[in-house]
């Protein structure tokens, strides 16, 4: 809620020139590929939905523009791993019982994006982004039970850098001479980050890797 | 930042209800713990982490100890001494330059090389460390904890051995750290030791095929004392089952496979003695109070006695053949895992036979620890039950009535422990939550709810019962004499999501 | 393998004898029914179409015994095995290539073992406190294949027998048939010596200072009582025309020898200190020639004549004692007891009775047999007899149903000829008997068995054994007043050895199996 209040903050135009005052709502895909996520989740991509805001720090009267946003990510996947052992007396694998595991991404990020306007439409940029992602790993070898003892839970942080390059597409105004309209963006680029261990359940996960960002939003002028 | 801060920040902005998940994948992975692992020490129960390549040790009412060790990961626990356990591991190594990450699965798999190591480990991690070829099989240790010994394993891959001596065994010398190499035999695969009349192991004997190899494990020699031949053609093969030592280390008594033969190997002045048996023998017993040799039959009913000194036959005639044989005080309990109903009681002193029939055929039998009761798990077409055979005397005369009681499932695990009152033993039965435990002589029945379905069932070395569970996550349960259940659970999370490590080579 | 042996065994059963008695008269009581000194051959065929008498033993692989040990040579292993009698002790020493012949020496000290595949002779002694073994290895001569003791256990004589087996034959580039090897047993030194050709036999003289080795035309005379053997050569007839020489006996003053050949009717008598050989006449076609044990009688037996001479050896050129045959059964073997009675039959031809001499007063009184001998043994004490039967029957029809075509033994007591005849499964492969004169012990072709005899009762009993029977020994009784029977020690065919001992007194049988795989254990 808090975060929210915050990109609506930042979201009072500075200057009335070009829209570039934003408040989106995004799915961002990160490629990570990594292996512990994917023995954790079921899938090496973190698929993840959020919300952005930024406000223009800088606009001239050509077609350039900086913005400094803000955003939270939130990624949430589960997956139940059934267990084997391996016995090499007699070459066969015993089945045991599984668990269920579920990780929780959450990134929090401040960057800075810079466009340059064409004929009002559309907006190329660039953008970075620093960050956290706080991960949170949550274990349970027995769904059907709410009181089961075995419900654990591994928590871990790490810094992130994003880069990207993408471009934005202003729908057109909402009603004649209001100053809102709205947007669509699509964005490519690259996470790293840093290892991240996520408690007793060790690790390191990294989350590095391809980004693919999109989403709709809000443009003020 | 630490953890609770985190999962406080974490916690506040998503909300909860995270266990209650739905998951949209599903996976099969090798399991995170291995619940037949449980190795009972002083310190405490080690259990191992087979996902994160480690060991756990287990303590009812402190935290659970995780030992891992940096540049290897521990493939299986051998067996305890002392507070510690011996461990087998396998350090990875990448080749020099191919990688400049410390991960395994970072480096390709064709400049990646396994190499096999044993690991002493206790609370604190690695306490002592030998290097063992990933081609030699499991360790056989001496009751004393002195001496580890492993043959070799002749289905293990020998590469990146060099030359590998295919007739050697690997000693550890668990008191001086060290390992050496002793050349045997040709497939060894069985070992026994020669203990002093302390219990103090000072020798050992080999089997291997077509021959048996007389070993000192006094000083460090690579040769051993003697090496007795089974056969003189080049073209037979005699594979040894069984061996035993008379009392007094003076002979080795072995039984061959597919033969009526039984070796005596004197070891005191080197010859061989083959002694005919009545047929196949099933299994052989030293016992060392009556200084004789027990030995049953597959196909014959009857039960032999070898005197130690002219090896002569007394034939104890019984009414079905048996293929087990335990040892009590002052008797031998004859029994057969093979259908049969019978179990004998003989008396090593008068040799007389005493017999009990079971309602089903025994899968497991256990002595009470003093001798006065055999308790029988057995089984037929999925009903199992729990039989007592009461082998106390009375005034020379025993009560050959065996007692049964029925059992929900079939019996899986039964251990025994003495108590205030005589003995209890405790049974686990398979796909069921709940242990009994049945107090002999008073032969009263009592039920302990256990959290989940167990795996397996022991004592630990101060008496008290660990049950080991199939939880995914880690669960083990303690009970003491008074039925007090402690849980330790949850280490099956431990590293997790660890990847293993190459081992960084010294430059 | 034994298999070479075992065949070679079988062939000589197939003969239906190949064993010599243990008789009384002999030097080495021990009660074994063969003793360190090569038998002689047969009698001659040619002038009366009847075979010859066969009086053969061989050496090869027989165990040998001293007062608690038995000696077993290994030939595929290169040892020979000790083992305690009474302890079933196994100790076993590495000796030459291919040993496969061992005797004992007399004072229980040493086995002298003939390694025919490496040409040598070892000799293993016994320190008579510590027990412990200890190898000595001679090398002889080539081409040999048999092995004479001295009855002083001194000298071995090594020979080739015409009728042995040969294990190397033809390896080497050149071979002889007149060697002799010489073995000094204390000295452990050799020396090799020529013979005439093709030594047909050794004799020693009772004291072992001087070994006869004859030949078909000559005998050489060796003294051993000197640093090194002096050897005297004495033709004694054509070598281009010499009748076969089957036997010879040597006086116990080691002044004559005796030789008895085939197709004569002569005793060549070999004065040996003055070279001088002279044809004494017997009887037409001598077939058997024994010295009284008292050594002074030379009894000669001519079959075709129906008679038997007994010559002085004092002085053998006077003319003999010469008994006539109560009719006209071919006796043609004669044993000679310690008493005055000595026991006539024939083996060469089927005949249905034996005779018993009485030597003082020259009366030979006949007796029948339910089946034809093929060889007779007169227990060491003289009481009993027992007669080791052929297949064959008595050429009358006489003999009773069940022994018909079977093998049989039959126990007689001497003192009132009380008979009693056991039909056996197979021939007889073996036989010993006990020194005091109580027991004998039989042992047949691939039976798993050994039949003790009680010559006192003439009953028998019968002992199962693991495996077939081979060989059979008595030890000596070393204590004649504490009671006890002497044990005996059968060995048995088994891959690793297999040898059991019977104890007469409890009929109890211990058994030890796989006493080769001692040679290699590896220490």
């Not at chain 1, 139940?80 to 269920?100: K, Q, V």
């Amino acid at each position: 809620m808090r975060t929210f209040l915050f990109a609506l903050a930042l979201a009072v135009p500075l200057d009335a020139f070009a829209a570039r005052n934003e408040v989106s709502f995004e799915y961002v895909a990160d490629f990570h590929g990594d292996e512990g996520v994917d023995m954790a989740t079921g899938t090496w991509v973190a698929n993840a939905v959020g919300l952005r805001g930024g406000g223009t720090i800088f606009q001239d009267r050509r077609h350039f523009g900086l913005v400094l946003d803000g955003g939270w990510t939130r990624s949430f996947q589960a997956a139940h791993t059934n267990g084997y052992l391996y016995d090499p007396a007699s070459g066969g694998n015993t089945e045991l019982p599984g668990y269920t595991s579920a990780l929780d991404i959450e990134t929090l990020s401040v960057g800075l994006k810079g466009d340059y306007e064409v004929r009002n439409i559309f907006y190329p940029y660039v953008h970075a982004q620093l960050g956290v992602a706080i991960g949170s790993l949550s274990v349970d070898d027995d769904n059907t039970r709410p009181d089961n003892l075995n419900q654990l839970t591994s928590v871990g942080a790490a810094p992130v850098g994003l880069f990207g390059l993408g471009a934005e597409i202003m729908l057109p105004d909402l009603a004649k001479g209001w100053k809102v309209t709205g947007a669509i963006f699509f964005e490519g680029g690259y996470q790293a980050a840093a290892n991240m261990r996520l408690g007793d359940a060790g690790g390191p996960i990294n989350l590095s890797g391809g980004l693919f960002r999109t989403g709709i939003g809000l443009r003020f002028r | 930042m630490n953890h609770r801060t985190l999962l406080m920040l974490a916690l506040l902005t998503t909300g909860c209800g995270r266990y209650d998940i739905d998951p949209s994948q599903y996976t099969e992975e090798e399991g995170l713990w291995d619940p037949q692992s449980a190795l009972p020490t002083d310190g405490g129960l080690f259990v191992r982490l087979t996902r994160a390549g480690d060991v756990a040790l287990l303590t009812p009412g402190q935290d659970t100890v995780r030992v891992h060790l940096d540049d290897a990961e521990i493939d299986s626990i051998e067996a305890g001494a002392g507070s510690a356990v011996l461990t087998r591991s396998t350090e990875f190594v990448c080749d020099a330059g191919a990688t400049p990450s410390k991960y395994v699965d970072d480096c390709p798999s064709d400049r990646l090389t396994q190499v096999g190591r044993a690991d002493l480990i206790d609370a604190s991690g690695s306490v002592a460390r030998f290097d063992v070829g990933a081609w030699y099989g499991a360790f056989t240790f001496s009751a004393d904890g002195h001496f580890a010994v492993a043959p070799i394993d002749a289905n293990r891959p020998t590469a990146g051995g060099g030359l590998v001596n295919l007739t050697s065994v690997l000693v550890i010398d668990e008191e001086t750290k060290t390992s050496y190499e002793v050349s045997v035999g040709f497939a060894a695969d069985r070992v026994i030791f020669r203990n002093d009349a302390e219990g103090k192991a000072i020798g050992m004997l080999v089997l291997s095929r077509s021959e048996v190899a007389n070993v000192d494990l006094t000083s460090q020699v690579a040769v051993p004392r003697a090496t007795y031949p089974l056969t003189l053609d080049a073209g037979q093969t005699v594979t040894p089952i069984d061996v035993a030592l008379t009392p007094d280390n003076h002979y080795a008594l072995i039984t061959i496979e597919g033969s009526g033969d039984l070796y005596v190997l004197d070891l005191e002045s080197p010859s061989i003695n083959i002694v005919a048996l009545a047929g196949h023998p099933s299994a052989l017993l030293v016992d060392p109070v009556s200084d004789r040799t027990y030995i049953s039959y597959k196909a014959s009913s009857r039960i032999d006695v070898l005197d130690h000194v002219r090896f002569d036959v007394e034939t104890l005639d019984v009414d079905s053949a048996t293929d087990h044989l335990i040892q009590g005080p002052g008797f031998v309990f004859a029994y057969s895992r093979s259908g049969a109903l019978d179990g004998y009681r003989i008396d090593t002193t008068t040799f007389a036979v005493d017999r009990y029939r079971f309602t089903q055929p025994p899968t497991k039998v256990e002595l009470a620890p003093d001798g006065t009761a055999a308790i029988a798990l057995t089984a037929t077409a999925g009903v199992g039950r729990l039989e007592v055979a009461d082998l106390r005397q009375v005034d020379g005369k025993v009560d050959t009535d065996v007692k049964p009681f029925g059992l929900d499932g079939v019996g899986v695990g039964l251990t025994f422990a003495a108590d205030a009152d005589g003995s209890r033993a405790l049974i686990l039965q398979d796909g069921v939550d709940t242990l009994y435990s049945l107090s002999w002589p008073s032969l009263q029945v009592k039920a302990v709810d256990l959290p989940s379905p167990p795996a397996a069932i022991g004592t630990m070395p101060d008496g008290t019962f660990y049950i080991t569970h199939q939880d995914a996550l880690g669960l083990v349960t303690f009970l003491d004499d008074a039925d007090n259940l402690v849980e330790v659970n949850g280490f099956g999370q431990l590293g997790m999501l660890d990847r293993p490590l190459l081992t960084q080579e010294e430059n | 393998m034994r298999c070479p042996s075992l065949v070679f065994l079988l062939t000589l059963a197939g003969c239906s004898q190949d064993y010599a008695m243990g008789d009384g008269s002999q030097p080495r009581d021990t009660g074994t029914s063969t003793d360190g000194n090569g038998g002689g051959g047969g009698g001659g065929a040619a002038d009366t179409g009847l075979p010859s008498e066969d009086e053969t033993d061989r050496l090869s692989l027989r165990p040998a015994q001293t007062d608690v040990y038995v000696f077993v040579a290994n030939p595929d292993r290169d040892t020979v095995t000790r083992i305690n009698v009474l302890t079933q002790e196994v100790k076993t020493v590495r000796v030459g290539h291919v040993p496969n012949a061992v005797v004992t020496t007399p004072d229980n000290l040493s086995a002298v073992v003939y390694n025919a595949g490496g040409d040598s002779v070892s000799v293993i002694h016994t320190d008579p406190v510590t027990k412990e073994m200890s190898v000595d290895t001679v090398d002889v001569r080539d081409n040999l294949n048999t092995m004479s003791l001295s009855p002083d256990g001194k000298y071995a004589l090594l020979w080739h027998d015409a009728k042995g087996v040969d294990v190397d034959a033809g390896t080497g580039g050149a071979a002889s048939y007149n060697e002799v090897s010489v073995v000094s047993i204390v000295g452990l030194s050799h020396t090799a010596i020529v013979v005439g050709f093709n030594p047909k036999g050794v004799r020693f003289t009772r004291d072992g200072s001087r070994a006869i080795v004859f030949s078909d035309a000559s005998i050489a005379s060796v003294d051993l009582t000197g640093a090194s053997p002096d050897t005297t050569f004495i033709p004694i007839a054509d070598p281009l025309n010499a009748p076969s020489a089957e036997e010879v006996e040597i006086d116990p003053a080691g002044h004559y020898a005796f030789v008895r050949q085939a197709a004569t009717d002569a005793l060549t008598v070999v004065d040996l200190r003055t070279r001088e050989v002279e044809a004494v006449p017997v009887g037409q076609n001598p077939t058997d020639l024994d010295l009284t044990p008292d050594g002074l009688g030379a009894v000669v037996v001519s079959r075709a004549a129906l008679e038997v001479s007994v010559f002085s050896v004092a002085d053998p050129f006077a003319d003999p004692r010469v008994v006539p045959f109560p009719d006209d059964t071919p006796f043609g073997s004669v044993i000679v007891g310690t008493d005055d009675l000595a026991v006539l039959f024939t083996n060469a031809t089927p005949a249905d009775r034996y005779a018993l001499w009485t030597l003082s007063g020259d009366q030979i009184a006949l007796h029948p047999l339910i089946k034809p001998a093929a060889s007779i043994a007169r227990t060491p004490d003289g009481g009993s007899l027992m007669v080791v039967h052929t297949s064959t029957d008595n050429p009358d029809g006489s003999t009773p149903l069940p022994y018909q075509k079977k093998a049989a033994v039959s126990l007689i007591d001497l003192s009132d000829f009380r008979t009693n005849t056991i039909s056996l499964s197979a021939p007889i492969l073996g036989f010993a008997n006990s020194s005091d004169g109580k027991r004998g012990y039989v042992t047949m072709v691939d039976k798993p068995f050994m039949e003790v005899l009680h010559y006192d009762t003439l009953i028998y009993d019968e002992v199962a054994l693991r495996s077939n029977a081979v060989f059979v020994g008595v030890l000596p009784d070393l204590d004649v007043n504490d009671g006890d029977q002497p044990p005996a020690w059968v060995s048995q065919v088994h891959p690793l050895g297999r040898m059991s001992f019977y104890d007469p007194d409890d009929a109890s049988l211990e058994t030890i199996t796989g006493f080769e795989l001692n040679g290699a254990i590896e220490e």
